[in-house]
């Protein structure tokens, strides 16, 4: 469903026009975002988050983007919680970022990543319903000519109880309009809540079950042409010249543009008749500098820093080498975690019209704000003459956060052709191989235990890339804390350890591969590095491994109460039984306590593994809306286990070698083990639930190989591992 105050009608009627064809479709979006506003042009907004119609219906204004994870729903909650309405009479709508430009940036940030859509907004998002509420109660009041302390409301509906009179939030939405904001409102006692915590009816997915949902790559605007786009293969490198004779005889073909310095585009009738044009291009490329890297080269590159004398520290305390000294036994492995792509379902694409007086942009973009600056940007214009309208997306996992060069480069197309709408698809292979990935690091791990088995000191060293050396240099002054993450205190918390004597450090090195935040970001590797190697030192301590980590864990009371939620619930103590081999994961990132209990079953004569079940417990500390965090572990697990089983992305010539899902492939469904979530929130915080889980998948399910086979798999991905699958 597209949503956003740029359309003017209404959104079934918007939904029934898209089914019908494109040519409707067409018709019925505007372009001038001035002339045609949102069904709430006219409707009374009682402030920036609530808008109210006369016939009951509510719309949230949700500045976060919705792209399956449920932000979109759980936001709506929070309103609705303290604004007291209905939940069957609310729906919702995008703002845009031109509008909160106007206003103030009165919506706060439109960014979604990093598991901030609820815990980064629950606080003004709140107050935004409590606002509208003592607004409407005030209306009533004026129109009773009684005191509003004296009125209540429930479920949209207020009440005097005093002379019995009721009215509705439609019928004094208008006079509500009128009232002065309230300067301070106190918010609901968690206790008291009836929306939040409660598993509401997701408001996006009947479209998405029915088809109706309209993505960015289903956009269809009056005159629209249709392009795709090739850039140089090598990072780094440069469009040297193409010959176009060809193309330009091509069926559709309109035009065939240089995009900067590194890119040609070529513009149809249809995205097809574009494609089967590129096709046709004959393009020369100055590969530049980094033509000769490949897997080999930057393998070494990272080799190097394992050893390295000069490293940023990111944790410390007591005397690691001293407690090397005195070690009783020592253990030391070496861990690696490879590049990956996001490999969105729906590939990079935004539509662009251009002209010297007004930039549109329509996108999907897990940050309004991000894409309306890169829009401004490659337009050469105010922003006061730019817009962008988002659009629902088909897959983010970081990729449209931080990086919108796909709606930079669909501006500048459109500036070839001014006043023409065009659409910037980017093939599937174009996809794959522009990206920014996850980084390639290595981990050299080293533990030293005393006489009795414990843990006596712990020195990492990971060497690998930064992403913020590539997305903001200036932070990095000190080394990336992002590179940390999930092995740096946090406030009160730390490791989910308590570990007498700790190094961790990193030695950068940056290949020319452009890193990016994919979903986790740095805590899927070192869940991995930390968890597996904790593994490895509780059996080279003959302890079990549940033993080991509770004897860590007395000074984190709520890493070990996930911990042993999911050791209850899977059956720990039967480990081994019937065939079936636990392994164990418990992970702090997000602002969440997050654990898992994975099983493996070996099968047949010849122990083939089948991934049987995992048991995964999460404490956000408030759950807005348990059904969808049960959602968002499954889904996390797919995404986490596709990559511990096939996410590699390789380097030859300089340029990324996959291309398409044939190789880069994912979990089938046949692969996916049953998964059992337990929701545990103890209150009194707010973490994230997007991401925290999907790094303890991988650790959990690796350490249950070993229960079941004997064999370490410190190598991701495991597709090439000496493993037989069932």
Known sequence: MIKATAFTLNRRQFVIGSTLSSFSVGMSLSLDAEAAMSTTKHAPEINAWVVINPDESIIVRIARSEMGQGTLTGLAQ????????????????????????????????????????????????????AIAREMLIAAAAQLW????????????????????????????????????????????????????????????????????????????????????????????????????????????????????????????????????????????????????????????????GLTAKEAFVGNQNGDVNKAFEGAHKTIEATYRYPFQNHATMEPMNATAKWTPEKCEVWCPTQNGEAAFAAAADAAELPQEKCEVYKISLGGGFGRRGAFHDYVRQAVLVAKQMPGTPIKLLWSREEDMQHGFYHPLTKAKVKGALDKAGNLTALNMRISGQSILAAVRPGSVTNGDQLVFQGLLPQGSHAISYSIPNLLVDHAMRNPHVPPGFWRGVNVNQNAIYMECFLDELAHAANKDPLVFRRELMQKHPKSLAVLEAVAEKSGWKNNGKD????????????????????????????????????????????????????????????????????????????????????????????????????????????????????????????????????????????????????
Request: proline letters at 5%; aromatic letters at 8%; charged letters at 20%.
């Open 78 to 129: 929070m309103v609705a919680e303290e604004l007291e309405c209905d939940w069957n009479n609310v729906d919702w709508e995008y703002p845009t970022p031109g509008q909160s430009l106007a206003r103030d940036r009165a919506w706060g940030s439109f960014g979604t990543g990093g598991s901030s859509g609820i815990r980064g907004s629950h606080q003004y998002v709140r107050e935004g319903g």
């Open 145 to 304: 000519k009684v005191p509003a302390q004296e009125c209540r409301v429930s479920k949209g509906v207020i009440t005097h109880a005093k002379s019995g009179k009721k009215t509705t939030y439609g019928q004094v939405a208008a006079l509500a309009t009128k009232m002065s904001p309230p300067q301070k409102v106190t918010l609901k006692d968690p206790k008291d809540w009836q929306v939040i915590g409660q598993p509401m009816k997701r408001l996006d997915t009947a479209e998405k079950v029915n088809g109706q949902q309209i993505y960015g790559a289903d956009l269809q605007l009056p005159g629209m042409l249709n392009a795709t786009i090739k850039a140089c293969p090598v990072f780094g490198g440069k469009l040297k010249s193409f010959d176009d004779s060809a193309t330009k005889k091509s069926p559709g073909v309109k035009a065939v543009v240089a995009v900067e310095d590194n890119a040609v585009a070529v513009i149809a009738d249809t995205w097809w008749h574009a494609k089967k044009g590129m096709d046709q291009l004959k393009i020369e490329w100055d590969k530049g500098k980094h033509q000769k890297e490949s897997s080999q080269t930057i393998e070494k590159f990272i080799d190097e």
């Open 579 to 726: 065939n079936i081999y636990r392994g164990l994961a418990v992970c702090y990132s997000f602002g969440s306590y997050t654990a898992a209990c994975a099983e493996v079953k070996l099968t047949g004569d010849g122990g083939a593994i089948k991934m049987h079940r995992i048991v995964a417990a999460t404490d956000p500390g408030y759950a807005v809306n348990p059904q969808q965090i049960k959602a968002q572990v499954e889904g996390s697990f797919v995404y986490g286990l596709s990559a511990m089983l096939y996410g590699e992305c390789t380097v030859k010539d300089g340029a990324i070698e996959q291309t398409n899902f044939h190789n880069y492939s994912s979990l089938r469904l046949a692969q996916m083990p049953k998964v059992e979530t337990i929701v545990m929130p103890s209150g009194g915080f707010w973490g994230g639930v997007g991401e925290p889980t999907i790094a303890v998948a991988a650790p959990a399910v690796l350490n249950a190989i070993f229960a079941a086979t004997g064999k370490r798999l410190r190598q991701i991905p495991l597709k090439d591992a000496d493993i037989q699958w069932a």
